[in-house]
C-alpha cells in the first residue's frame, strides 16, 4: 500500500513549531514518505516552519539511526549487530537476508520495496538474535525465519 502522508506543513501544525517537537515532527516527515526518508526539501521547509536552523534539523535527524537522510525501501529491515546479536548467529541471518533480498546492509533491493540495516540495538536481547521490519520485532530469529518474513512481506505487497 503506498503511503499517502500528510504534508511537512500539516505536520508542523498538528505537532507544534517548538523545538521540543522537532524529534517527533522529523519521525513523522519521514513516516509520510513513500520513501522512508526526511529529504532536504523536507529539512528545508522544517527549519523555515520551526524558525530553527538546518543545521539543527539535520544534526537531530542524523544523530538518530531510526530517522534516514537518504530514500529507502517501503519496508526497513533492522538487524542487530550488537553482541549478544553477533553471539547468537547474527552473521548466518545476514547472509540469508542479503541472499533473500540481493542485496548488502546498507542497501536498497532494486524494487524499491526493502532496505536493509545494521543497527547498535534494538533493545530486546534477551530475543537475540533479533531484527526489526518496519514496527515489528522479531525475536530468536534463524536464518530460515528471517528469510520467511521477508517472503511474506513480499507476497501481501503483491496483493
Not at 535527524?61 to 519496508?75: D, K, P, T
Request: charged share 25%; proline share 3%; aromatic share 4%.
Amino acid at each position: 500500500m503506498e503511503k499517502m502522508g500528510k504534508s511537512v506543513s500539516e505536520i508542523v501544525a498538528e505537532l507544534g513549531s517548538e523545538k521540543g517537537s522537532l524529534l517527533a515532527i522529523l519521525l513523522a516527515v519521514q513516516d509520510a514518505s513513500p520513501e522512508n526518508y526526511v529529504s532536504e526539501a523536507a529539512v528545508n521547509e522544517i527549519a523555515a516552519l520551526m524558525n530553527i536552523s538546518r543545521s539543527m534539523v539535520y544534526s537531530t535527524a542524523s544523530f538518530y539511526s531510526e530517522i534516514s537522510l537518504q530514500a529507502r525501501g517501503r519496508h526497513i529491515v533492522r538487524l542487530c549487530i550488537n553482541a549478544p546479536c553477533e553471539d547468537a548467529g547474527k552473521a548466518e541471518i545476514q547472509k540469508a537476508l542479503e541472499k533473500e533480498l540481493g542485496i548488502k546492509l546498507g542497501e536498497t533491493s532494486a524494487d524499491k520495496l526493502f532496505s536493509l540495516e545494521g543497527v547498535s540495538c534494538l533493545g530486546v536481547c534477551n530475543m537475540s538474535p533479533a531484527m526489526k521490519v518496519d514496527d515489528k520485532v522479531f525475536g530468536d530469529v534463524t536464518p530460515a525465519s528471517a528469510v520467511r518474513v521477508i517472503r511474506e512481506i513480499r507476497e501481501a505487497a503483491k496483493q
